[in-house]
């Protein structure tokens, strides 16, 4: 299985961007995807998540910022992040759950200017 991430790049605070994870295999197939973020010095975090069924969560900090969405034909998972703010600077994160385990794509990055 492999999840192909893309979408990052600079953007000055209160702009969008929209990242895309491209799966290799039907996304229906998951149990859940979502995405994660990193910066620098810290945790990995879960940033919003969709279930095989089509229910989602965020984290607090981009509740009604950020929408987590698919393309059940396309394979593909996506976040349309809006407002965006100097905080959200960091590495992105695809994810998958297949029975318990894991699948990651690669980051990307997204920096936020002030």
């Known amino acids: 299985v492999q999840l192909q991430a893309s979408g990052g790049g600079l953007v000055q605070a209160g702009g969008s961007l929209r990242l895309s994870c491209a799966a290799s295999?039907?996304?229906?197939?998951?149990?859940?995807m979502g995405w994660y973020r990193q910066a620098p010095g810290k945790q990995r975090e879960l940033v919003a998540g969709i279930t095989r069924g089509g229910s989602t969560n965020y984290v607090n900090s981009v509740k009604g910022r950020f929408t987590i969405s698919r393309d059940n034909a396309k394979n593909t998972v996506y976040l349309q992040m809006n407002s965006l703010k100097p905080e959200d600077t960091a590495v992105y994160y695809c994810?998958?759950?297949?029975?318990?385990?894991?699948?990651w794509g690669q980051g990307t990055l997204v920096t936020v200017s002030s």
């Open positions: 295999r039907s996304i229906l197939s998951f149990n859940n």
């Open positions: 994810n998958g759950v297949v029975d318990f385990f894991n699948y």
